[in-house]
């Protein structure tokens, strides 16, 4: 199974096995809100993640651009970017020091970025710089408006037939009936609208105005693993007692040279989500917590990991209610 345990493998009721650490989730764009960072306004540690976003806002800082800005505003791809891994960063720099290990940490999408500095590879700046410099490079290779869309209901088989009749391709697998397909905007429309005839239960345009991990983005993925090679080659693997989940496969990061390939790929390549899922399922964890924005990771978590106590951040009112969860 592409390096996670299938589910056969996975513990079941009778079975003694401890279940301990927590599983951590960086959610990708779609869902930024004028209150994203409400709980995080007046704490201290998130602010050198605030000061590192000004910087690659081009001066602006998120707390205030998220209440300022347009809903067009909010979904342009490289704002986009960045808000949903400032407050993954956030967040992390708040709860981070206290939380216990073992850490299993995944990121979709652009999310992936903020996971490599949870599981302390590259450091919050960093990784912000990264993230502005990625879509920057994936905004350059879209040459014609394009976008991706989420198609439910529908077997993989029949997603691969839609594809191949309107020039999609599938971006993202979050389940055996749920799938995200990527390509001209002028392609998606008809091939949604084949979808619902073949009987998806649902199909929905998403906020993204890019085909991201689809092959229209090689020249972007190509030039990411070049910047990527430059910025963190010479960085150490994942810090004890955490492990970092590879978009791509679902596999952990155990060679930082693959890695770093794996993430440049992603932006080209079907992220395997599921996967990413048996593999955090696989980590028996106590918990499941989302940094969002949105709570989407932490409802397919919930239906993945049905017995564990899953949870995304928007669903609490304060970071101490955030704490005391995670310290039940």
């Keep these: 199974m592409r390096g996670s345990a299938r589910r056969d493998d996975l513990p079941r009721c009778g079975r003694a096995l401890a279940v301990t650490g927590v599983v951590i989730l960086c959610s990708g764009q779609g869902a930024q809100a004028a209150g994203m960072f409400d709980l995080l306004v007046e704490a201290p540690e998130a602010a050198p993640v605030f000061a590192a976003a ?3 806002l081009n001066g602006g800082d998120p707390r205030g651009l998220v209440r300022q800005s ?3 505003e ?19 720099a708040v709860l981070g020091p206290a939380s216990h290990r073992p850490i299993t940490v995944a990121g979709y999408s652009a999310g992936e970025l903020a996971a490599w500095a949870i599981a302390g590879i590259i ?8 993230t502005a410099r990625r879509a920057v490079l994936m905004d350059e290779a879209s040459r014609s408006a394009s976008g991706l869309a989420a198609v439910l209901g529908l077997p993989r088989p029949e997603i691969e037939a839609i594809c191949r009749a309107h020039d999609l391709h599938i971006a993202i697998v979050n389940g055996p009936l749920h799938v995200l397909v990527g390509g001209a905007v002028a392609d998606l429309e008809p091939a949604l609208a084949e979808a619902e005839q073949r ?7 998403l906020p993204v105005s890019i085909a991201s ?6 020249d972007a993925s190509e030039r990411f693993g070049e910047l990527l090679q430059q910025r963190v080659a010479g960085m150490h693997l994942p810090s004890a007692g955490v492990r970092l989940i590879s978009g791509v496969d679902g596999a952990p990061v155990l060679r ?3 890695g770093l390939q794996k993430l440049a ?3 080209r390549q079907t992220v395997d989500w599921a996967a990413c899922m048996e593999s955090c399922r696989a980590a028996r964890p106590q918990r499941v917590l989302e940094l969002g924005p949105g709570d989407a990771l932490a409802r397919m978590a919930g239906e993945a990991m049905p017995d564990i106590a899953v949870r995304s951040v928007t669903a609490f009112r304060s970071l101490d209610g955030i704490r005391h969860w995670l310290d039940a």
Aim: net charge positive; hydrophobic share 50%.
């Design 70 to 72: 347009s809903e067009a």
């Design 74 to 92: 909010l979904h342009a791809n490289r704002t986009a970017q960045i808000l949903c891994c400032t407050q993954a960063l956030a967040f992390w």
């Design 199 to 205: 009987g998806a239960s649902r199909v929905v345009r």
């Design 265 to 267: 790929l992603q932006v």
């Design 256 to 258: 930082l040279r693959d």
């Design 123 to 130: 450091d919050a700046a960093t990784v912000l710089d990264l």
């Design 213 to 218: 991990h689809t092959p229209l983005l090689r």
């Design 54 to 56: 000004r910087r690659v």
